[in-house]
């Protein structure tokens, strides 16, 4: 509803090249891509905030110069390959405990800062005008949310992979407005079907042997297509 769609691939991409990084220091892989994702989102923010260059351009700008970094360094490092594929497309089923537990994170971070920003949010959304007026801190907020999308983007990556992260973070949401009657039930719906998109697609995968990313981001689609048939409906 913020027009930060693009945000999510912009911020996929530069997580890879992130990740390139942590290979080539030899730090944990984790830990160095999350550092580096919320530094990128938290640099577009400041671009796009002082106004000295439009939010899709610098997004553009990070989008580039994460796959341009990755590039860089599997050029000058070998070997690395086959572990930067598998952040590349993704491989849930080599997803490990810690991992599981960084997402488990993410989940908790991202539903206290709904629960305690939920109606500054709802504000700031509609009317930054208005938020202003109310004396909300805009910069805060914004600053906030770039932070978080950065840490669930991350989190999207083992899943469903660096090309598919932001599809996975989009097209749910998607769904949910256009379902819902509310700003509340839109944020409801859509992680119902970011659930179901995940279960029913790792369930597809295993039982056909097809990639999980594929399928996960496939039956997202497929949902989405069904609210919007749904929509269309006439109700009587």
């Known amino acids: 509803m913020r027009r930060y769609a693009f945000l999510g691939a912009g911020l996929s991409h530069a997580a890879f090249g992130g990740i390139a990084l942590s290979f080539l ?6 830990l160095t891509t999350v550092i580096f994702t919320i530094l990128v989102a938290n640099f577009v923010q400041f671009l796009t905030q002082t106004k000295k260059v439009p939010g899709d351009t610098a997004i553009a700008v990070i989008f580039s ?3 341009a970094l990755a590039v860089t360094i599997l050029g000058i490092v070998r070997g690395f390959g086959e572990n930067l594929f598998s952040y590349l497309f993704g491989n849930i089923l080599m997803v490990t405990k810690e991992e599981l537990f960084y997402t488990a994170g993410v989940f908790l971070i991202t ?3 709904i629960g305690i920003f939920y109606k500054k949010l709802l504000l700031t959304t509609f009317s930054e005008e208005m938020a202003k007026v109310k004396g909300i801190n805009i910069s805060f907020l914004n600053y906030s949310f770039v932070t ?3 840490l669930v983007v991350v989190a999207s990556i ?3 992979g660096v090309i598919l992260a932001s599809s996975l973070v989009v097209i749910p949401a998607m769904s949910g407005l256009i379902l819902a009657g509310s700003f509340l039930s839109s944020l409801i719906i859509s992680s119902v079907v970011s659930t179901l998109s995940v279960v029913l697609g790792i369930y597809i995968s295993f039982n056909y042997d097809v ?3 594929g399928s996960i981001v496939g039956i997202a689609i497929l949902l989405f297509l069904a609210s919007f048939l749904l929509r269309k409906l006439p109700l009587k």
């Open 25 to 30: 220091l030899g730090t944990d892989v984790y």
């Open 65 to 67: 110069s994460g796959m």
């Open 111 to 113: 539903l206290l800062f």
């Open 148 to 150: 978080l999308t950065a």
């Open 158 to 160: 083992k899943a469903v």
């Open 211 to 213: 990639p999980p990313s």
